[in-house]
C-alpha cells in the first residue's frame, strides 16, 4: 500500500523534475542538513537546561519560550528541504532502513517532548528558577538528546546504500 | 601544500574502510550540533532576541564551554578526515573556502565573545556580529556539507 503511493509520487513530473535536476540534490541535501543542525543546536541547548548543565541562571520556562520560535523556524526550513529531498525519490528512500529508523526516532523525539510537555511541565512554576530540575525534566532532557542525536545519525547515514533494499 | 597532503595520502589512515569515514564525519557533525547551537544562543542574544531577558554576559559564560568543547570535537574529527581523505580535501574548492572563512570566523567570534563576556548588554556596534556570525558560520557549515557531494 505504501509502496503503491510512493510510486504514484514517483511517477509525477514534478518528482522527476527534483530527481533530474543537476544542483536539486546536492543544494536541496545541504540546505537540509544545516538547517537541521542549527535546529537541533537549539534543541539541545535546551535539554541541557532541561538537565541542569547549562543556562542555570536561566529560569527553564523563559529558556524553553524564548528559543521556541527559532526551534519551530529552523525545524520548518529543514522540514520543508527534507519533504521536497523525500519527494524527489520516494522510491530510493522506500527501501532504506535508515530513512525509516530517522522516522521512528522523530516519532518518538516528538512523543518525548509533548508528554514532557503535558505531565512534569505543568508544575514548571514551582521549580522553574532551580538550576536541578526533577527527575521527569532530566530525563526529558537526556532523551531529546539521544533522540535527536540518532535522527542526526540515521539521517547522514541514509545517504549511504547500507541497509538498502530494492525490490 | 601538495607534498603533505601527498604524505597524509602515503599514511592510508582509514584507508579503504567506509565505516571508519562514515563514523568520523558522523561524530563531526554532532560535534557541530552542539557547537552551532552554543554559538546560536548568543548571537540570537545579541540580536535582542531568544534568551533577551538574561544579561549578556551570562548567556555568554554559560554557552561557552559547550562553545569550546563542540569546537575541540569538531577540529579533532575534522582533522581526521583531512587524513583519512586528503587528496578529496586538497581538489576541494569548498574544503579551501571552509579553511579560510574558518579563520575569519574564529576570529570573529572569540573577539566578540570576549567583548560580551563582560557586558549586561550588547553595545549597539556590537549587535549586527550576531548576525553576520550566524550567517558565517552557517556558510562554513554550506561549505563543509558540499565538499562531500561536489566534487
Same mark, same amino acid.
Given at each position: ?53 547549562? +543556562? ?112 | ?88 580535501? +586538497? ?61
Amino acid at each position: 500500500m505504501i509502496r503503491s503511493w510512493f510510486e504514484w509520487i514517483d511517477a509525477m513530473p514534478s518528482s522527476i523534475a527534483i530527481r533530474e535536476s543537476v544542483f536539486g540534490y546536492p543544494y536541496l541535501l545541504t540546505a537540509h542538513a544545516v538547517s537541521m543542525a542549527l535546529f537541533a543546536g537549539l534543541i539541545v541547548m535546551m535539554d541541557l537546561r532541561l538537565l541542569g548543565w547549562a +543556562y542555570k541562571r536561566t529560569p527553564l520556562s523563559q529558556v524553553q519560550k524564548q528559543l521556541f520560535p527559532w526551534q519551530m523556524f529552523t525545524m520548518a526550513v529543514s522540514s520543508v528541504t527534507g519533504a521536497i529531498l523525500f519527494y524527489g525519490q520516494p522510491l530510493r528512500y522506500y527501501g532504506k532502513v535508515f530513512f525509516w529508523t530517522k522516522m521512528a526516532l522523530m516519532l518518538f523525539a516528538g512523543i518525548n517532548a509533548l508528554y514532557f510537555h503535558f505531565t512534569t511541565y505543568r508544575t514548571v512554576a514551582a521549580w522553574d528558577t532551580t538550576d536541578q530540575p526533577p527527575t521527569g525534566a532530566k530525563l526529558a532532557g537526556a532523551l531529546s538528546i539521544v533522540l535527536w542525536a540518532g535522527v542526526v545519525i540515521f539521517g547522514r547515514i541514509t545517504a549511504y546504500n547500507w541497509m538498502t533494499f530494492t525490490e | 601544500m601538495l607534498p603533505f597532503f601527498q604524505w597524509l595520502e602515503s599514511l592510508k589512515f582509514g584507508a579503504g574502510s567506509e565505516y571508519t569515514v562514515a563514523s568520523i564525519n558522523v561524530t563531526h557533525l554532532l560535534c557541530l550540533v552542539v557547537f552551532i547551537g552554543a554559538v546560536l544562543v548568543v548571537d540570537l542574544r545579541l540580536l535582542g532576541t531568544g534568551m533577551r531577558r538574561q544579561p549578556l554576559s551570562d548567556v555568554v559564560r554559560s554557552a561557552q564551554p559547550w562553545m569550546f568543547g563542540g569546537f575541540a570535537g569538531m577540529f579533532v574529527t575534522g582533522s581526521l578526515q583531512v587524513v583519512a581523505t586528503p587528496m578529496k580535501a +586538497y581538489f576541494s574548492d569548498q574544503f579551501w573556502l571552509k579553511m579560510q572563512l574558518l579563520v575569519v570566523a574564529i576570529i570573529l567570534t572569540l573577539v566578540v565573545r570576549s567583548i560580551a563576556a563582560r557586558r549586561a548588554e550588547a553595545p549597539v556596534w556590537l549587535k549586527p556580529a550576531g548576525l553576520v556570525s550566524i550567517l558565517l558560520w552557517s556558510f562554513i557549515a554550506v561549505q563543509g556539507r558540499l565538499i562531500g557531494l561536489l566534487q
